[in-house]
């Protein structure tokens, strides 16, 4: 899908990722982006192309009113995330629940409230999950966190099949580390939000449906591609 001429709504769209996407999509001609966030306040005033939007995805009623508003999309990236969940041997029920609430089902239930909208979007319309590496193995210190990425990852294989019948593609972006408040505890190499901002929407444009948005993430690609065995023993000797 070309970004240009666009209409977009970018989850968790506040901060790191989602306000560097927010960014690239205004640079690359998107008509207007809906900038969803849990609390609108914090959304920048970027430019009158941006509209702010409350969403917190965990709640049906918050979603129910996004859909009212903004009922023109035509990409909808799910981009609100949560890392609360660390080890497994330790981590809390609670922790657990509160990452599958946000990364599984809420992305699920936007989608589901969204697909009116995005069938009605002429010339089709696109669906980009914004997943992880640790999608595709566990990174063992988030362990909970990456079976949640997994579970969004398998659902956004099952909704391909369905919603290709109704011109939506359906795209997960498996992203290296960051440089965003979520990880900020970890020291390792990371990428800057714009970068991997680019690289998404590159991916996009070229209709990939796995994107590997950055530097990392390609290079991993190429261990996962190679033997998915050693891209485990890599993820877990972090
Ligand atoms: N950072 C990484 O290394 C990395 C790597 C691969 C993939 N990712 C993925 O990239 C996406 C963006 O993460 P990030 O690195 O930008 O993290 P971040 O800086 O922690 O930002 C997370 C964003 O998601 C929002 N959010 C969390 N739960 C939400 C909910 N229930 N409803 C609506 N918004 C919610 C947050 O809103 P508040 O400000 O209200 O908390 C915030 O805007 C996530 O899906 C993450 O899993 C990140």
């Known amino acids: 899908m070309k970004i240009e001429g666009s209409i977009a709504l970018v ?3 506040n ?10 999509l205004l640079a690359a001609g998107a008509a207007k982006v809906y900038a969803a966030a849990r609390d609108e306040r914090k959304v920048p005033a970027y430019s009158s192309r941006v509209v702010p939007l409350a969403l917190d995805t965990t709640k049906p ?15 909808l990236i799910n981009n609100a995330g949560l890392a609360t969940s660390q080890n497994v041997l330790t981590m809390s029920q609670a922790e657990v629940d509160a990452d599958f609430r946000t990364n599984v089902h809420g992305t699920l239930a936007v989608i589901k409230a969204f697909l009116p909208v995005l069938e009605r979007a002429p010339g089709g319309a696109t669906v980009v999950n914004v997943l992880s590496l640790a999608a595709l193995a566990s990174f063992p210190i988030l362990g909970g966190y990456s079976a949640s990425k997994a579970a969004a990852y398998s659902i956004t294989q ?49 209709g990939e449906e796995e994107i590997f948005p950055d530097p990392m993430a390609r290079e991993m690609a190429a261990l996962w591609n190679k033997s998915h065995k050693e891209f485990e023993r890599a993820f877990a000797s972090f």
């Open 11 to 13: 989850t968790g769209a």
């Open 61 to 75: 009623e918050q979603i129910a009113a996004a859909v009212k508003k903004a009922n023109d999309v035509t990409l």
């Open 15 to 24: 901060r790191g990722l989602g306000k560097a996407l927010v960014s690239a």
């Open 158 to 206: 099952a909704l391909r099949p369905e919603l290709k019948a109704k011109n939506i593609d359906v795209l997960a972006v498996l992203a290296g580390p960051i440089d965003t408040d979520m990880v900020k505890a970890l020291q390792m190499p990371k990428t800057m939000p714009a970068e991997t901002a680019k690289g998404l929407l590159a991916g996009i444009e070229r």
